[in-house]
């Protein structure tokens, strides 16, 4: 099955043939048909088997071939996305795919001044991409009017939930027609998703690639038993020893993630960070020069890490653990992406044994633990340190005491002193 043999028209095949595409993903190849066909749809895959082009070529196509006959300035289809990474990403597809279509589509998101988004806007799109936040700004500035929408996708929906868009996500669908193709495209598919897509969609069929392993087969995968201590010095050892090009470092916090580059930086390897609390422009400046090969090592927590497209990314590192064993999948999802391979290793403490348990059980496989390396006998010294707190412990136990037998001393001669007085 090629390109070709799902009625993609030439201009688009065009694009996908200087991209090296030519044969659809499973995603691709089921959803596009169904799609083309304007059937709504919810789709599930594993990250990175393709589900943006499964929804932005047929978007493509069916506004070029309206277009032969009718050009105006509204907008025609919008994609809603939970984050400012993954939203220049899909525009970033959008654009490559209808390079030779004339389409013109833009994104918008939070964090960043207005101006340039809404000289776009004005200029005239067919395609938005938008984060919920900024898309009801500009709505509620008048910016933006979704009246003519004729596609809607709501991209990485699991996670939007995640995030407690639910209400803006509610906010927008009330202002769109009722008469659009609607899709559905997610890594995972909960229920709570589920009941959502069946209030939004219409007519709609269901595609579902792998649902029960949800770990991208190309990734080779493994696991360190590690002390939180002893994680920085394990992962500068891999660093050092194994002479990585890139690697993708996911910290459960922003703090950590922080911390994480401190200590890189302090043995002389060069890494940034990327989280909710760096400006856009600080975030996009360190995706650039990870992707350029200025920094070997990007430090990311969740759901910064959700836009993450980069070409044979070589090694993904769980410095923590996840506690949603699905967003291990979406985290090792960032290497062995199209037809390259990857490699996901894992740090585990003790504390994190059990989110281990729940991630293979998720994936269905056990994930090979690693037993020599130079850290796996370095421990937290929680002995020590509980010893320590005991005896502080007893030492303000002792001190306490001390002062309550004075005080009762005290007491004590103050009666005496008072019953002398009274004689």
């Known amino acids: 099955m ?64 309206s277009q032969k006959n009718n050009r105006n300035n509204k907008i025609k289809a919008l994609i809603v996305t939970p984050t400012r990474e993954l939203a220049i990403q899909i525009a970033d597809n959008f654009t490559i795919y209808g390079k030779h279509t004339g389409i013109r589509n833009t994104v918008i998101f939070g964090g960043v001044k207005q101006g340039k988004q809404t000289q776009a806007l004005q200029r005239g799109v ?23 929408i004729e596609y809607f996708v709501l991209d990485e ?81 891999i660093l050092e020893t194994q002479n990585i090009k890139s690697t993708l470092v996911f910290s459960r916090t922003k703090h950590g993630a922080n911390k994480i580059v401190k200590l890189l930086d302090r043995d002389g390897i060069k890494a940034a960070a990327i989280h909710g609390n760096k400006s856009q422009t600080a975030r996009q400046k360190a995706l650039e020069n990870f992707k350029k090969g200025i920094i070997t090592v990007l430090v990311a927590t969740d759901i910064a890490a959700r836009g993450i497209d980069i070409d044979e990314l070589a090694l993904v590192v769980n410095y923590d653990l996840p506690n949603i064993p699905e967003t291990y999948v979406h985290r090792i999802g960032r290497t062995g992406r199209a037809k390259a391979s990857g490699i996901a290793i894992s740090f585990c403490n003790q504390e994190e044994r059990a989110y281990l348990r729940d991630i293979q059980k998720l994936i269905n496989q ?58």
């Open 366 to 423: 056990k994930i090979p633990v690693i037993t020599e390396h130079p850290f796996i006998n370095v421990h937290d010294d929680s002995s020590e340190e509980s010893s320590s707190q005991n005896n502080r412990n007893r030492s303000r136990s002792g001190n306490s005491s001390n002062r309550n037998k004075n005080r009762n001393r005290n007491q004590k001669n103050r009666r005496n002193s008072n019953s002398r007085d009274r004689k």
């Open 126 to 148: 067919d395609i938005l991409v938008a984060t919920p936040g900024r898309l009801l700004d500009l709505m509620q500035q008048g910016y933006i009017n979704l009246g003519s």
């Open 2 to 65: 090629t390109f070709k043999d799902l009625g993609i028209i030439e201009p688009i095949l065009k694009a996908l043939s200087e991209k090296g595409y030519t044969h659809p993903t499973p995603i691709q190849e089921q959803s596009i048909p169904i799609l083309l066909r304007n059937k709504d749809l919810m789709g599930c895959a594993q990250t990175g088997t393709g589900k943006t082009a499964a929804f932005a070529i047929p978007i493509i196509q069916h506004i070029a071939n």
């Open 157 to 237: 929906a699991d996670q939007m939930l995640d995030m407690g868009f639910i209400h803006d996500i509610k906010k927008i669908l009330a202002k769109l027609p009722s008469k659009r193709q609607s899709l559905f495209f997610s890594a995972t598919m909960p229920s709570s998703i589920v009941e959502l897509s069946r209030k939004i969609l219409g007519d709609f069929d269901t595609v579902t690639v792998k649902p029960e392993q949800a770990t991208a087969e190309k990734v080779e995968q493994a696991v360190y038993f590690v002390s939180k201590k002893a994680k920085i010095k394990l992962l500068v050892y």
